[in-house]
């Protein structure tokens, strides 16, 4: 729900984590079938069971949404997307992996060109159930300054 | 389709563009419940009447993952996901836009870490009908050398 | 199909028995895309099988609304819906049950305020392959009397 | 997110109201692929032209699901469903409404047959943008109790 | 539901017709997504507003599985599918267009290889609203007989 | 991508072969979905362990859309769509089967009727992993001839 934070609120370091959510071979097929990418490293289980995996593969795309998707709990009316830095996914997401995500709050800074915001940095990592992470991400916040910087 | 190709076969500055899709309504419900994130920006056009934009965003990770989706059409055995940089959403997707990607090849290094393969960096971006940049990123591939460097 | 009944033709204790249907877990994926409902509860194999049932649980929203449209081959257009009454749910319903509905119609009483209407109850229930309820609930039509009580 | 709460901490009158989200088409294909029921009055606008309202209904079981799903941002770990009563569906939804939910707390009753638990009533009425009325029940929790009841 | 009909059962002549369907734009997206033909004459409105029809138009394998769909409503245990002659598409489907089925049994012959067996032709139109035909085909069923041909 | 082919260009005998899929539960949930089919040789895996399958087989119009589906890599702007004929099932897809498509070019004819244009016959067969085929169908294109026959 609502959760109204302005930039001087954010204290880095903080950290939330989501619900969990076991992904699905239900997933990997409508994930494919909203993005187009039918790749048979996501889709032909005979394909995948000889290469090094042994098993199908989560789109990157869908751990990224899915796993960015979890966070969507708190709606903060001061704060926007800028942009995301140093996607990774360290380890592959199959069919029937359990993940969460968390969001620890990272470097806050004044925004030099955009007057009375900061940017905030929400380090994202999605892990599953053996502890490994899945994803990797920096999410970019702007964020209205409370009292702008003069 | 399969099309393998080595680091040395990557050509800065060759360019693909693949084809357009327009996004519709229901790629929006769709990717609110593939990803859980049913926030009013993209789902309540109530509210969104009195945003800025006056009408309803796509999310973010939805213009990542069809803007990359579209891309889904050349296999290359060879090369493999590394992660992602920069991504940026310069303007909104709304519904009925039409976009398309087209990814220019960047920068080519060797890896230092990874003896035989080399980083290149495949420049991303999405564009809507009216030209305008929806999405850029820059997708970062570990390929496979033909003749690993001594 | 059409099937034209008005007050007087509703004969309590005249039972229909739907086809069967297995729940997957597509469904449990699509519900929770569809309403929203994420919780861990129908959603997260981890957290479920350290509970009680030791199994993801369907949404009691889903069980009644596949429960009902089971029984939905049959358009009367003397009928409409006035509501449901009863709704319970005494077991749940799990990845793999087999369920199908039986409609008996219950109690008709003409209803007061209404003229040349009456109430029919249809009795709903939804079981599963083992025969255990899932589903009880009280549809209450409201139906056109053929001739108007006076 | 978890939020609990005993049988002693629910106060009668409290209230609480969900975010809005626009029904749209996609979710009346997807109600009607979901549970079957392809019944005119949802899926076909010729014949609903030609009805009382002029366009298609939503069905009553997805203006309950959805309605519902609306309300689940809060787990209660010491709650869980017992039933629904009294559903009703004074207003049609339609295509492009936009509805919310509001819950408030009614009645409380210790439960006779299960020691040291109680029955909460949560009142939830769906309304659209217009203020009117798409959906009433009441929705039966059991919550155990802090101090069972002697 | 169940109908149970032998070969000397099926008039030739005889002819149903189902309940009608709006196609949605959401048809359009699921089938995409279901079958990965992201073609433009189907995805890119901007693209078919330069074609000649001026706007997109359904895939006819769409066109073809729900025309065929809307006449499941009758299970007749003594047939199945053998398969289907001269699939046609007369005039497209466009997004909006209502469509319906009638099913006319055509020409019945014994099976001279499946002895007890003979083959039923159901000649299956699907029309739109302005009563133009959007799909023709021809569907051959296997049905027992009675009394096998001696 | 785009291909582009006159009549004289396509040599009989000519093949190609698609990527391979596996076809899911959830595909056969969002099939019947799709065209309202929901019978239970395809969705009841209680009735259909008791059949001569002993298992759920895919809807014949799933088969074809998808193995159709499979080929949609070439877009052609000089062929579009005339018809299909003979189309067979001769094994049931079940779910888990991994099906690919080959497309041979078959029969090349001038179209007496329309002048300019040849009839090319795309012998299109879907074959699962044990090598048996589950869809048989001659694809109908009209094709532009480079230059019309006198």
Request: charged residues 25%; hydrophobic residues 30%.
């Amino acid at each position: 729900m609502e959760n109204e934070r302005y930039f001087e609120d954010y204290e880095p370091g903080a950290m939330r984590k989501t619900l969990g959510r076991t992904i699905t071979e239900t997933d990997f097929v409508v994930h494919a079938g909203h993005t187009g990418d039918f790749f048979p490293h996501h889709m032909d289980a005979e394909f995948c069971a000889k290469s090094d995996f042994g098993q199908r593969i989560a789109h990157g795309t869908m751990t990224f949404a899915i796993g960015v998707g979890l966070t969507a709990t708190e709606i903060n009316p001061r704060a926007f997307t800028y942009g995301y830095e140093r996607l990774r996914f360290p380890k592959p997401v199959h069919i029937g992996d359990t993940i969460h995500t968390t969001v620890t709050i990272g470097e806050k800074t004044p925004d030099p060109k955009r007057k009375g915001f900061g940017k905030v940095v929400e380090i994202t990592e999605t892990r599953k159930q053996d502890g490994s992470t899945v994803l990797y991400c920096e999410h970019i916040l702007l964020v209205e300054m409370r009292e702008p910087a003069k």
